[in-house]
């Protein structure tokens, strides 16, 4: 979502953020300072008086599509300007200077690939684009990380998303960067992938590196990241560890959807249980929960289900979109 701007101010009339409060900086020697940071094109607002600091170890820019986690990353990387405030990576800022650049490890979103190279080739000429001394030697590095190695003689036009994904990576890295940003890397990835990746996240985060990793998938950023920056609309709705915003998300009333091979009987089960606040089976035999109790919620179905010899077929949070989950942020 973007904020809109009246159409002929002079100045545009940025709201006012919470992003500017103590909660929002992260550590007092920041590798990426935020402050005070505004991006609008014409009249729409995409990041309004957005204030963090990150430093070392794997920070999770978290948030819904539009919600300016892609225009952060942007600015960050120097591929664009801000409107108003101030940018330091490094205490210096990042557009227009190169040695800035050259710390960087980007890794978008939009396939921003020649799908007529090899992966190999692409890979070596970020090497060359770098200028680094054995480009031959950071290629094949960089191809052995992400586990490409056999496909890397392969045209990039025939790759999976996945793998795409992989070679990117892969380019970021081959100038052995200290700041890398990392635009939805999951997106398109199969389990093994996945795990693959969020592994590297984590070893990149051990070994020193800045990491900021957006994402609008929850559970996927509690298994790399231990901060999280929660952007909605273009400002920060909540920042620190992902323990404790985890738990005010989960202390919310949450509506959960089963599937069940006896939907009915394992309804009426449940419905005993003081963590359910209201149990309805449709037309479709999916059972819709609310509860108040995420956590026990989510122990006592498959124990309820296996006292009642019913077999649980799904289940998963319907409303735990970050839309729905970011308006209770706000909201608290």
Same mark, same amino acid.
């Given at each position: 979502m973007f904020?809109?701007?009246?159409?002929?101010? &002079?100045?545009?009339?940025?709201?006012?953020?919470?992003?500017?409060?103590?909660?929002?900086? !992260?550590?007092?020697? %920041?590798?990426?300072?935020?402050?005070?940071?505004?991006?609008?094109?014409?009249?729409?607002v995409a990041v309004s008086d957005l204030s963090f600091s990150i430093g070392p170890g794997v920070t999770a820019l978290l948030g819904p599509n539009g919600s300016g986690k892609t225009t952060s990353l942007k600015m960050i990387s120097g591929l664009i300007g801000q409107s108003a405030g101030r940018i330091e990576v490094r205490g210096l800022p990042p557009r227009g200077n190169i040695e800035t650049y050259r710390r960087f490890g980007l890794v978008n979103d939009v396939d921003n690939v020649y799908p007529y190279l090899t992966g190999w080739e692409f890979v070596w000429m970020n090497a060359r684009l770098q200028r680094l001394p054995d480009p031959d030697a950071a290629t094949r590095r960089a191809v052995d990380i992400v586990e490409m190695g056999p496909a890397s003689d392969r045209r990039i036009g025939g790759y999976s998303k996945g793998m795409r994904q992989r070679i990117k990576l892969a380019a970021a890295l081959v100038?052995?960067?200290?700041?890398?940003?990392?635009?939805? %890397? !999951?997106?398109?990835?199969?389990?093994?992938?996945?795990?693959?990746?969020?592994?590297?996240?984590? @070893?990149?985060?051990?070994?020193?590196? &800045?990491?900021?990793?957006?994402?609008?998938?929850?559970? @996927?950023? @509690?298994r790399f990241a231990e901060n999280i920056l929660v952007i909605v609309n273009g400002k920060l709705a909540a920042a620190g560890n992902y323990r404790t915003i985890r738990n005010r998300i989960d202390n919310r009333p949450l509506v959960i959807s089963l599937r069940a091979s006896n939907p009915r009987k394992l309804g009426a089960a449940l419905l005993g249980s003081p963590a359910i606040s209201s149990i309805s089976v449709g037309k479709d035999d999916h059972i819709t929960a609310e509860t108040n109790d995420a956590a026990t919620f989510y122990r006592i179905v498959p124990a309820v289900a296996r006292q009642t010899d019913v077999r649980l077929l799904e289940i998963e949070a319907a409303d735990e979109s970050l839309e729905s989950v970011f308006s209770y942020l706000v909201e608290r």
């Open positions: 904020s809109r701007i009246k159409r002929g101010a &002079t100045t545009p009339a940025i709201p006012q953020s919470t992003a500017a409060s103590p909660a929002a900086i !992260l550590t007092d020697e %920041p590798t990426i300072l935020f402050d005070h940071v505004s991006k609008w094109y014409g009249d729409l100038h052995d960067p200290d700041v890398i940003l990392m635009d939805e %890397p !999951l997106n398109g990835t199969d389990p093994a992938q996945r795990a693959h990746m969020i592994e590297l996240i984590r @070893e990149f985060g051990r070994q020193g590196k &800045t990491v900021l990793v957006s994402s609008h998938v929850l559970v @996927e950023v @509690e």
